[in-house]
């Protein structure tokens, strides 16, 4: 039921009470055994409908003050355009999309003319490509931010070198003192979590009437190819990357500076299954102050097994969004899906719950565009080659927690 539904049923719940009560007044007695029963009850479902409507209400301005924090860090970045730094100037941008510049260049890249090389020279990279401009990138990191579901949640910063997060990995210890007593020892354990810059790309291909088409956007063309191939892979990486040579994801992390993630793991098991109770189990798994931010992570494929379970009144426990923009929900707390979560199986972790900001994604500065028309001259094409650096890494091991399906009977 969406919000609408939910408001007039509660209201038809309303005008019944108002009826039975109406006709006793009227009468001039109390309610029978089986009327009271009956008020009773739309009394109950009264207020659970009520509990509904006011929880995805709040639910609903969260996510809208969350994605007015987040666009507007992007918004910045393309308010920022005409800036003083190099890739964001109105010539930098002119010499990377502008009539003869690298993109729309009939010629070779050596023939670039010397004004705009010279424009462009600001922005090479050590592979010979250059960074695209600032506002463009701001653009492309925009799209990528509102099509992976982990990239959304977690805390995502811009370096230009590897950065170690110092972890502590051993609790302190306080007591009581008395008057001029000693304090204890301090011997703190502290590990270290190390974000990278792991490269991916790729290649690009324009067709030659696309590029002399000039009513055709190429810009954007190569953008949105672009993005949906970064997407797919950096997605791929945050939900189950082994961390070698890419990122390590949430579902294959195991530890975090030789804390172990913790977890539970449901019954053995004819099929993939879970309860009621593993996910209140799994929600409970999770410390306190961790559980006020938690996002439950899965599959479609586990979203679906959920939305069949029931409580004890035989209503679904699944809260389903119920304005546009708004997350579903379990136990109150937000769902999000992801196409490369782990499928629920024997043995499969496929739920993470917990407070997904712990997971840091390091992007290194600057997304780099190489023009290749050599590779693709036979076929009537120019190859763009687009690259990027990244990096996500679990900070916290307290900070999630996880359900594993029992073995297979």
Do not use: C
């Not at 009271?36 to 009394?43: A, F, P, S, V």
């Amino acid at each position: 039921m969406d919000i609408k539904e939910l408001q007039n049923k509660r209201k038809g719940l309303f005008t019944e009470m108002n009826r039975l009560n109406d006709l006793t007044l009227k009468e001039d007695r109390v309610f029978t055994a089986d009327e009271q029963t009956k008020y009773n009850q739309l009394e109950t479902d009264l207020d659970k409908f009520g509990a509904q409507i006011d929880r995805s209400q709040k639910l609903t301005a969260r996510e809208v003050e969350l994605s007015a924090t987040r666009d507007s860090n992007y918004r910045a970045a393309l308010d920022n355009a005409d800036s003083t730094k190099p890739r964001a100037t109105k010539e930098y941008r002119d010499a990377f999309f502008g009539k003869g510049g690298l993109i729309r260049n009939k010629g070779i890249v050596t023939n670039i003319s010397h004004d705009i090389f010279n424009v462009l020279q600001t922005g090479i990279d050590g592979d010979g490509g250059y960074l695209v401009p600032e506002e463009y990138e701001a653009e492309i990191m925009r799209l990528l931010y509102n099509d992976d579901p982990i990239r959304a949640a977690a805390t995502v910063m811009t370096l230009s070198n590897d950065r170690n997060i110092p972890v502590q990995t051993g609790g302190v210890t306080f007591s009581w003192l008395g008057e001029n007593g000693s304090y204890g020892s301090v011997n703190p354990e502290v590990g270290r979590v190390v974000l990278a810059a792991h490269k991916l790309g790729g290649y690009i291909p324009v067709s030659d009437e696309l590029l002399a088409d000039s009513g055709s956007n190429v810009e954007s063309f190569i953008q949105d190819t672009g993005v949906q191939a970064v997407a797919d892979l950096e997605n791929a990486a945050f939900a189950a990357g082994n961390g070698a040579g890419k990122p390590e994801g949430l579902f294959t992390v195991t530890s975090v500076a030789n804390v172990n993630v913790g977890g539970i793991t449901g019954a053995v098991s004819a099929a993939a299954a879970i309860t009621g109770d593993n996910l209140i189990d799994l929600f409970h798994s999770l410390g306190r102050r961790y559980r006020t931010r938690g996002t439950f992570l899965t599959s479609d494929t586990m979203v679906k097994l959920i939305r069949k379970l029931k409580d004890g009144d035989s209503q679904y426990i699944w809260q389903p969004g119920l304005t546009a923009g708004q997350p579903d929900a379990i136990l109150g707390r937000p769902v999000m899906v992801s196409d490369f979560a782990t499928a629920p199986a024997a043995d499969a972790k496929s739920i993470i719950f917990g407070d997904l900001s712990k997971y840091f994604i390091a992007d290194r500065v600057g997304l780099s565009l190489m023009r290749l028309n050599e590779l693709g001259a036979l076929n009537g094409q120019v190859y763009f080659r687009m690259s990027k650096r990244t990096d996500g890494r679990l900070t916290d091991a307290a900070a999630i927690t996880t359900f594993t399906h029992g073995a297979a009977s």
